[in-house]
């Protein structure tokens, strides 16, 4: 029972990094190619899994799912992305700036303007 059960965990495991290899970023994939990782995670069986998660899945910086500080294989830099096509990371801000566009149609003053004027052509016409 304990034999079937440590067999399942180890599949589940193995199956976890995987997908997990297959679902990443050619260029996020760190220290070897990543057709490589996933022989080593399907041959390797537990152990191959481990060393994909120290050493060859992308760096998480902060809480953000799918954020990561990217290089290529073998540790050279990756290449920079387009603004907004990128997780969070060292190529975009922490956080957006913040919006100037108004909040509500009373804060918008094309809107008070177009406004004002539709009531003027009312009350005149």
């Known amino acids: 029972m304990l034999y079937g059960v440590m067999s399942l965990l180890l599949f589940?495991?193995?199956f976890y990094c995987l997908l997990d290899?297959?679902?990443t970023?050619?260029?996020?994939?760190?220290?070897?190619?990543?057709?490589?990782?996933?022989?080593?995670?399907v041959l390797l069986w537990g152990?191959?899994?481990?060393?994909?998660?120290l050493a060859g899945r992308p760096t998480r910086q902060g809480a953000a799912p799918?954020?990561?500080?990217?290089t290529a294989p073998f540790g050279t830099?990756?290449?920079r992305r387009?603004?907004?096509n990128h997780p969070v990371g060292r190529d975009?801000?922490?956080?957006?700036?913040?919006?100037?566009?108004?909040?509500g149609p009373d804060d918008d003053p094309d809107f008070l303007r177009r406004l004002d004027e539709r009531l003027r052509d009312e009350r005149d016409g």
């Open 25 to 41: 970023d050619e260029h996020e994939v760190r220290n070897l190619p990543k057709l490589a990782w996933v022989l080593l995670v």
């Open 77 to 79: 830099p990756g290449p």
């Open 82 to 84: 387009q603004p907004g």
């Open 66 to 70: 799918g954020g990561g500080g990217a």
């Open 21 to 23: 290899v297959v679902l």
């Open 47 to 53: 152990i191959g899994g481990m060393v994909w998660l």
């Open 92 to 103: 975009r801000p922490a956080s957006p700036p913040p919006s100037r566009a108004p909040r």
């Open 12 to 14: 589940a495991f193995t």
